[in-house]
């Protein structure tokens, strides 16, 4: 089969496609004939090298967390059948024709591929900072990132909480903001006047998608560090802010969240907004735009683009 494969760390130009062997499915796992990988901003550091003691992927290596598509062979004891759509966690990269993976849920009917696939990661990160910062209903959470495709899943999780969200975004994304029901603010300098100038009494939460700035800003803000949460910027712990990897959910719970989140975007609830596909020649350019921080919702990799 062919594969998007990395030797070697560094830049977008390590990762070639290559003719790999196709995987087998282990007990408890399915493999699924890939429809649709999502590309995430792990994707580009892990092929960096910059997560080593956190990921330490074995080269030669296939990126891709999040993988969609039909199962086409299942193991021992899976609770998948040939044929069943599903999406979910890939098991040794979903940048290939074939991926294997032991966490799914089931597709609902009416979902694209692409929307699908754009759901495991941000709907279980959105839901797990907001479940962490403690948000209520009736209260103010500034997400940093709100146009981005764990930020715009955010602010949908959040409004239907009964927050009200401020999210910040360059003026280009700002309509989209608007549609999802956040008031939209730019970023950069100035940040503090502008969010003061929408919400005088201040915010009761921040949730930094972005990884781009304003923390300090945020700081100021919340007049303190607590309730402030990033899942991009790991250097915020030096300034006593929580950054946020990985949950502490089972896997069945996991999945769970992830059927429900999928159901709600059948239902029109839940929307996923599709920044671009590429096919797998050009997951290069994938991985760049993603590096870029200026992707507008969800980039999405498919063996046939």
Known sequence: MQAVVFEEFGGPEVLKVQEVPEPQAGPGQVRIKVRAAGVNPIDFKVRRGWTKGFIDP?????????????????????????????????????????????????????????????????????????????????????????????????????????????????????????????????????????????????????????GQGGLQESIELRGGTEQIVTIADFGATELGIEASAAGTATPAEVRAALGAQLQAVADGTLTIRIAETFDLADAAKAQELSESGHARGKIVVVPQA
């Open 58 to 210: 074995v080269l030669p290596a296939v990126p891709g967390l999040e993988v969609a598509g039909v199962v086409d062979q299942a193991g021992a004891g899976a609770d998948f059948a040939v044929g069943d759509e599903v999406v979910g966690w890939s098991d040794g990269g979903a940048y290939a024709e074939y991926a294997i993976a032991g966490n799914v849920a089931r597709k609902p009917a009416g979902v694209s591929w692409e929307q699908a696939v754009g759901v495991p990661v941000a709907g279980e990160t959105a839901q797990r900072v907001l479940d962490l910062l403690g948000v209520k209903s009736g209260e103010t959470i500034l997400i940093h990132g709100g146009a981005g495709a764990v930020g715009s899943v955010a602010v949908q999780l959040a409004k239907a909480a009964g927050l009200t969200v401020i999210g910040t975004a360059s003026p280009a994304n700002h309509d989209y903001l608007r549609s999802l029901g956040a008031v939209p603010v730019e970023y950069g300098e100035g940040l503090l006047e502008r969010v003061r100038a929408v919400a005088p009494d201040g915010v009761d939460a921040v949730f930094d998608t972005a």
